[in-house]
Nanobody, 114 residues
Framework: QVQLVESGGGLVQPGGSLRLSCAASGFTFSRYSMNWYRQAPGKERELVATITSTGGSTDYADSVKGRFTISRDNAKKMVYLEMKSLKPEDTAVYYC???????WGQGTQVTVSS
């Protein structure tokens, strides 16, 4: 059974930091690139970050470049999103995704507000 389980979301003040985690199971994690997406209320889903299967290459949306860092641990079957200098416009549900197989997690809410 395929599972992607996100954690680490919450309420944070502007300028703060959060680290999201995603635990993968049910597929050969190390073979696949992984993504983080987000969706804010009333807005389209946005691809935030991508990491290749080995972790050797990453890519980011312009809106988060320089503030967010995606990483992975293939031994632990985990993918992470380190978020710094958070802004209110980063408020969204964040999803861990295997794009090739179309697997999505249930999402974790991030709210940036004072």
């Amino acid at each position: 059974q395929v599972q992607l389980v996100e954690s680490g979301g919450g309420l944070v003040q502007p300028g703060g930091s959060l680290r999201l985690s995603c635990a993968a199971s049910g597929f050969t994690f190390s073979r696949y690139s992984m993504n983080w997406y987000r969706q804010a209320p009333g807005k389209e889903r946005e691809l935030v970050a991508t990491i290749t299967s080995t972790g050797g290459s990453t890519d980011y949306a312009d809106s988060v470049k320089g503030r967010f860092t995606i990483s992975r641990d293939n031994a632990k079957k985990m993918v992470y999103l380190e978020m710094k200098s958070l802004k209110p416009e980063d408020t969204a549900v964040y999803y861990c995704v295997n794009p090739l197989r179309g697997y999505w997690g249930q999402g974790t809410q991030v709210t940036v507000s004072s």
